[in-house]
């Protein structure tokens, strides 16, 4: 029978199936970190079960961490706690951690390919929800909460119900200046935030096949913010290139092996999606959203819906998170000041996204009133910035080249948008507060993030590519 | 927290706001705690407090009017999207609430309300309106929430649902079950799966 990527990874992780009820699946790598796990491990030691599989699992330090001086112990004490319980976690169960310090530390979702852990065919879960990225090398990824990491933790197997498939297709040529992450903005404005719930998504089409890897994660990273249980993508040869060579990846023999099995996994030519979509590449502009969920993206040049364009029911959401962006309906949303640009996050931090921004900036300066932030994904992205040379045109620019963390994607560390100003954010999340208590976000790609940095307000970087 | 739901009976507290992220259930600047008590006064701490001080409550919030309460908490459509954290469910509960209710629930939202006995129930659009209207027309307004049946029903116009739950998932809730004693039950069958796809 014909059957999706989706489905061919799927059935070969079920252990068993309870009648009427979820399967049992058997997970193959585990990502953890400090915020989510410590309820976990005190789950088991009041149990006192040890880490089933403690090879399978890796641990970092990314969302609480300092971006600044991470030599020096954290100054905040909560975060400092929750990092040492951590270490102090893992240690007790034999768990590998690339902690503060550490060459491999950095945001869980941009470790794990990089080292090779991520790899097709795989079951990857995280107590997280952009666990979703790791999808983009075609493997079943999501994110669970913290319960589900214990059953992780305990068994290496979660209950999971078979959510339903959809498949979004992207064909054509992309424009001059729009990106990966135009391509995910331009998708949510179109299926909403809520528009792939219930669903896996396979990201397919011709405009797919021609990312990066790391324009790929960019897509699949954000798959959660339609709701989608975990967002996915054939592995191909840009996937198998990316990849040989890397610390955990398979080698000689075993790499030989493993590619043919990668190979197979594509979704068959008959294979049947509940839900499909088609979208064209060339429709797609440099994006930004103007509201307070993912879903409320325009083109950079376009408009804020005006009221009489929204839906009755939506009109009150619609209108409170205007009232919280400080935008009109209706109003263009170019040449609006911003007074924070951050580029970073598991969306965009890494070495391709900063060497797409040192492109752009180089031999330009920031504007006078913005605070410009470039926050890379982890310890390696950095290093390579530094043998480049990225961090030399950084610093001619005035940008903040900082360390490795979630940073300002999430208002939790040090690193927060003060309240009523503006941030132009590479990042994944606008909701109200997510940056810090009343801070104000626009989502944008590194490009146009990169032109707000130097003009100090959103533009459109077409007008630059002419 | 109570470990098993049957049948509830109470007032609730509606909070109509849609698409309601996991951020605003909790903000995630009080995500640094290590232990999963004690998250039920920051619920929806932003909306619910002026300039973060809890000397300053905001007027209009639902969870700051006194005649709202209950241990029934009725939501608008895609409630719980965003980040995983399960303390958005921890917080819920630790508020007192055993049911929250929405034509719309975000998947990782869902497991984990159901992995804490917190019951997510799912009503049509209408359906939820109509619970809307019963409580601003009578904020004492009862409802009933009976799992073994699957239905849900507004007291004062005797109008009642019924609703989905995965019947695995529905076992669990009645008895108190947690999916890791079921897991940790069938550890062989886990080796054996090993060892055929080693
Ligand atoms: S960078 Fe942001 S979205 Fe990514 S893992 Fe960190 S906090 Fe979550």
């Not at chain 1, 405009?207 to 990273?221: V, Y």
């Not at chain 1, 954010?425 to 940056?435: D, L, P, W």
Request: net charge negative.
């Amino acid at each position: 029978m014909a059957k999706t990527l989706f489905e061919k990874i799927w059935d070969r992780h079920v252990v068993k199936t309870i009648e009427g009820g979820p399967a049992v699946l058997y997970i193959d790598k585990h990502l953890i970190h400090e915020v989510t796990s410590p309820q976990a491990f005190a789950g088991l030691n009041k149990r006192g079960i040890k880490v089933f599989r403690p090879q399978q699992v890796v641990a970092t330090a990314d969302h609480n961490v300092p971006t600044l001086n991470q030599h020096l112990p954290i100054k905040e004490e909560l975060s400092r706690l929750q990092v040492e319980a951590l270490k102090k976690n893992c240690a007790e169960h034999g768990i590998e951690l690339y902690g503060l310090g550490h060459p491999f530390q950095g945001i869980v979702h941009v470790i794990g390919p990089e080292l090779g852990f991520t790899q097709p065919g795989m079951t990857i879960v995280c107590g997280d929800s952009h666990t979703s990225t790791h999808g983009a090398f075609g493997s079943i990824a999501f994110g669970i909460g913290t319960s589900e990491v214990e059953m992780v933790m305990a068994t290496q197997c979660l209950l999971q119900s078979k959510p339903k498939l959809m498949r979004i297709n992207i064909d054509g040529e992309l424009k001059a200046g729009v990106v990966s992450k135009d391509i995910v903005l331009y998708i949510l404005a179109q299926i909403s935030a809520s528009g792939a719930t219930g669903y896996a998504v396979e990201f397919a089409g011709s405009a797919i096949r021609a990312l990066s890897m790391e324009g790929r994660m960019t897509i699949c990273n954000m798959s959660i913010e339609m709701g989608a249980r975990c967002g996915m993508i054939a592995p191909d040869q840009t996937t198998f290139d990316y990849m040989e060579g890397r610390k955990f990846a398979p080698q000689g023999e075993e790499w030989n092996k493993k590619l043919a099995y990668w190979k197979t996994l594509v979704s068959d030519e008959a294979a049947v999606f509940d839900k499909e979509y088609h979208f064209k590449a060339a429709d797609i502009e440099p994006m930004i959203t103007y509201g307070t969920n993912p879903g409320m993206g325009i083109g950079v040049s376009g408009h804020v819906p005006a009221l009489n364009e929204i839906d009755e029911k939506e009109k009150p959401s619609f209108e409170k998170s205007l009232e919280y962006m400080g935008l009109q309906p209706g109003a263009a949303i170019k040449g609006k000041k911003v007074d924070y640009v951050f580029i970073g996050s598991c969306t965009n931090s890494r070495i391709e996204d900063l060497r797409m921004v040192a492109s752009f900036v180089k031999g330009k300066q920031k504007a006078g009133h913005v605070e410009v932030w470039v926050v890379p994904g982890s310890k390696q992205v950095e290093k390579q910035a530094i043998e480049e040379g990225i961090d030399k045109i950084f610093e001619a620019a005035g940008f903040q080249l900082r360390q490795p963390g979630c940073s300002a994607c999430l208002g939790m560390n040090e690193d927060k948008i003060p309240a009523g100003k503006y941030c132009i954010s590479t990042s994944n999340r606008n909701f109200e507060g997510r940056q810090g208590p009343n801070a104000r976000t626009f989502l944008a790609s590194p490009l146009t993030a990169a032109l707000a940095a130097i003009t100090g307000e959103v533009g459109d970087v077409r007008e630059h590519y002419n | 927290m109570s470990k098993s739901i049957n049948r509830i009976t109470s007032t609730a507290v509606p909070v109509n706001i849609e698409n309601v992220d996991t951020d605003q259930i909790i903000p995630a600047r009080f995500l640094k705690a290590t232990s999963r008590d004690g998250f039920g006064k920051n619920l929806f701490r932003d909306w619910r407090y002026e300039n973060d001080d809890e000397a300053k409550p905001k007027a209009g919030f639902p969870l700051n009017d006194a005649r709202f309460k209950g241990n029934i908490l009725v939501a608008a459509k895609n409630f719980g999207c965003g980040s995983s954290r399960e303390h958005a469910a921890w917080a819920i509960k630790d508020a007192g609430f055993d049911v929250v209710v929405s034509s719309f629930f975000a998947d990782i939202f869902k497991n984990n309300a159901l992995n804490n006995f917190l019951l997510p129930v799912t009503v049509s659009d209408a359906f939820l309106q109509e619970i809307f209207v019963a409580i601003e027309n009578d904020p004492n307004s009862e409802f009933q929430v009976d799992l073994p049946s699957q239905t849900i029903s507004i007291a004062a116009t005797g109008a009642s649902e019924q609703f989905d739950i995965n019947p695995y998932k529905k076992t669990c809730l009645l008895n108190g079950y947690d999916d890791i004693d079921f897991l940790l039950s069938i550890t062989e069958d886990i080796k054996k799966f090993e060892a055929q796809n080693a």
